[in-house]
T-cell receptor
Framework: NAGVMQNPRHLVRRRGQEARLRCSPM?????VYWYRQLPEEGLKFMVY????????ESGMPKERFSAEFPKEGPSILRIQQVVRGDSAAYFC?????????????FGPGTRLLVL | AQSVTQLGSHVSVSEGALVLLRCNYS??????LFWYVQYPNQGLQLLLK??????LVKGINGFEAEFKKSETSFHLTKPSAHMSDAAEYFC????????????FGGGTRLMVKP
């Protein structure tokens, strides 16, 4: 059973460009979470999605960031007009159920560098 | 609101010595608690979790953690460190009825000396 897959693993963008990060959850998982890890910090929750629905986006910056999890295909985290402060590792996780006790399985992350 | 504090951003032990990584949490309701390990340039791997069953939880790679409600702690231990244990360790909490988000501590980098 393949784990959570993320691509690309590394992404370099210039200021003002768009970044698209993709996440394919584990097979059978319909709950997806995105977290951001800034250098030398812990992970911070960004958004929780189920198929075609955003359940909790309380951790998302108000501007430039959006996320989706369509009926078909991977979940996408989109950052428009990137700035240097967006440089971070972005991790996707998935879980089989929706309870707070559910284990979240993490992907390898996408490391975004904004020049 | 839930929060997690990991005391000690860096811990160094000798190979074969006891590993103790500290985690204290704040939660308004009984929490669920997790320990994850992160190796360089990789994602997070679950070591163990507490979900209100036994207070002493055994995980992978010889690690275990004890939930102590009176101390609001969930410290991670391993009796004998191995070189391969060198990594960053994160404690995380989630709350019943507060969504599914994990709130992470700042992490503790474990170094193992030969």
């Amino acid at each position: 059973n393949a784990g959570v897959m993320q691509n690309p693993r590394h992404l370099v963008r210039r200021r003002g460009q768009e970044a698209r990060l993709r996440c394919s959850p584990m097979k059978g998982h319909s709950h997806v979470y995105w977290y951001r890890q800034l250098p030398e910090e812990g992970l911070k929750f960004m958004v929780y999605l189920q198929k075609e629905n955003i359940i909790d986006e309380s951790g998302m910056p108000k501007e430039r960031f959006s996320a989706e999890f369509p009926k078909e295909g991977p979940s996408i985290l989109r950052i428009q007009q990137v700035v240097r402060g967006d440089s971070a590792a972005y991790f996707c996780a998935s879980s089989p159920g929706q309870g707070a006790e559910e284990t979240q399985y993490f992907g390898p992350g996408t490391r975004l560098l904004v020049l | 609101a839930q929060s997690v504090t990991q005391l000690g951003s860096h811990v160094s032990v000798s190979e074969g010595a006891l590993v103790l990584l500290r985690c204290n949490y704040s939660s308004s309701v009984p929490p669920y608690l997790f320990w994850y390990v992160q190796y360089p340039n990789q994602g997070l791997q679950l070591l163990l979790k507490y979900t209100s069953a036994a207070t002493l939880v055994k995980g992978i790679n010889g690690f275990e953690a004890e939930f102590k409600k009176s101390e609001t702690s969930f410290h991670l231990t391993k009796p004998s460190a191995h070189m391969s244990d060198a990594a960053e360790y994160f404690c995380a909490v989630s709350e019943r009825g507060a969504g599914n988000m994990l709130t992470f501590g700042g992490g503790t980098r474990l170094m193992v000396k030969p």
